[in-house]
C-alpha cells in the first residue's frame, strides 16, 4: 500500500502543478489581448494542460470516493446491503477502466509521429492522458472495492457492534 499511497501524492502534485500551469497560461492570454504582443500557442496549451488536470484529479477523486451519486433509493437500503452495493459500483467501474486501458493505449499510439499546430508537441503525449486516467481509475476503483469490503471485517475484529 506503500506504493498507492506514493501514486496518490505524485497525482496530487501533478494535479495542483498542471491547474495551477493552467492558470498562469490562461492570464497570459487575457492580457495577450490587451497588449500588442500576440501569443498564439496560448489556447492550445490551455486545452492540454486542462486535459491533464483532469486526468491526474479524475483518479485522486475516485481513490477519495468523491465522485457525485444519486442514492435516492440507495439511501433506503439496510447497511450491509448498502455496503455491497456501493462495492458492486466499485467494481464495475474499475472492470470498465480496465478495459478501456488496452484501447486507451492503442489510441495514444495513433498520435506517435503526428504534432500538435502551434505548440509541436508529439500527440502521443496528449493522448496518452487518456491511458493515465483509466489506468489509475481502475487501481483506485479496485482498491475501494477492497476497503469497502474490508471495513466490516475492522468492525468485527474489534468487537464493535454494528
Not at 492540454?48 to 440507495?74: C, N, Q
Not at 483506485?140 to 457492534?161: A, C, D, H
Request: no cysteine.
Amino acid at each position: 500500500m506503500k506504493a498507492v499511497n506514493v501514486f496518490s501524492r505524485i497525482l496530487k502534485f501533478l494535479t495542483v502543478l498542471t491547474f495551477s500551469a493552467l492558470i498562469v497560461v490562461v492570464l497570459i492570454q487575457i492580457t495577450g489581448r490587451y497588449s500588442p504582443l500576440t501569443f498564439v500557442w496560448t489556447e492550445e496549451l490551455s486545452r492540454y494542460l486542462f486535459v491533464y488536470s483532469i486526468a491526474f484529479g479524475a483518479p485522486v477523486a475516485m481513490e477519495k470516493r468523491e465522485y457525485i451519486t444519486v442514492d435516492l433509493l440507495v439511501g433506503f437500503l439496510p447497511e450491509k446491503i448498502k455496503k455491497f452495493y456501493n462495492a458492486f459500483i466499485y467494481l464495475v467501474l474499475g472492470v470498465f477502466s480496465a478495459m478501456l486501458v488496452t484501447y486507451a493505449h492503442n489510441f495514444a499510439m495513433l498520435g506517435e509521429g503526428q504534432t500538435s499546430a502551434t505548440l509541436g508537441i508529439d500527440m502521443f503525449y496528449i493522448y496518452m492522458s487518456m491511458f493515465i486516467t483509466l489506468l489509475f481509475l481502475a487501481l483506485y476503483s479496485f482498491l475501494n472495492v477492497y476497503y469497502i469490503l474490508k471495513e466490516n471485517t475492522y468492525e468485527r475484529e474489534e468487537g464493535v457492534e454494528q
